[in-house]
């Protein structure tokens, strides 16, 4: 079975400051690898998704990631964040290719605080 | 459009009480999906039916939990007999037609359950 585990449960940050949330993913032979965004009841949101190709993955809201087969990483990376990026981030993987592609794994989310 | 809707957002029950809870996916999703998040965790798997056939249950806790999507549209949640364990955040999320690989699955807002 697949897990993702986040490293920094809460990680602190000035406005304008650049953020890297950090996911790593228990190996497989195939992966797909997502980011969403929760904030305060609300739905998660999808932030960008890797499937194939590039291993860098712009996605939305100034956000990219990139993909590290050999690290099994896929760290979410922002150069500049405004107090709006405030929310809870979750890393989630899935099995590339399988019959169970759909299942989503979640990782146990990294809360970003922007302060001002 | 509209997006994916959930109801109640808030439920308390008694323990041993029943509950259903129900979530409209975006209009023509085929596939949709519910999901258990319990304080300060990432989103569980739960189910995962494509129109009306629940082609996994694997997710679920016990067989207190019960899914149904009689139509391929509106689904219900149900948990017979609840115990205090069971409170969680209950997500729904559903994803287009599609090639069915790594599409992107868009979530409701939840329903937050309370057991007493």
């Known amino acids: 079975a697949q897990s993702v585990t986040q490293l920094d449960s809460q990680v602190p940050v000035f406005e304008e400051a650049p953020v890297e949330l950090r996911c790593n993913y228990s190996?497989?032979?195939?992966?797909?690898l997502f980011w969403y965004v929760q904030y305060p009841n609300q739905g998660l949101q999808l932030l960008l998704k890797?499937?194939?190709?590039?291993?860098l993955v712009k996605g939305i809201n100034g956000f990219e990631a990139e993909f590290n087969k050999s690290q099994t990483s896929f760290h979410l990376r922002k150069p500049s964040v405004h107090i709006s990026d405030t929310a809870e981030y979750f890393c989630?993987?899935?099995?590339?290719?399988?019959?169970?592609?759909?299942?989503?794994?979640f990782g146990k989310g990294t809360l970003l605080t922007v302060n001002p | 459009g509209a997006g994916v809707s959930q109801s109640p957002r808030y439920k308390v029950a008694k323990r041993g009480q029943d509950v259903a809870l129900r979530c409209d996916p975006i209009s023509g999703h085929v596939s949709l999906f519910w999901y258990q998040q319990a304080l300060g965790q990432g989103p569980e798997f739960l189910t995962y039916f494509q129109n009306e056939a629940q082609l996994d249950k694997s997710g679920l806790p016990s067989d207190r939990f019960f899914a149904e999507r009689p139509e391929g549209s509106v689904s219900t949640l149900k948990i017979q007999r609840t115990q205090q364990e069971d409170s969680a955040v209950y997500l729904c999320?559903?994803?287009?037609?599609?090639?069915?690989?790594?599409?992107?699955?868009?979530f409701g807002p939840g329903t937050r359950l309370l057991v007493l």
């Open positions: 890797y499937l194939s190709g590039s291993t």
């Open positions: 190996s497989s032979v195939s992966v797909y």
């Open positions: 999320a559903s994803s287009p037609p599609g090639t069915g690989e790594g599409e992107t699955q868009y």
């Open positions: 989630a993987v899935s099995d590339g290719g399988g019959g169970s592609n759909y299942k989503l794994t």
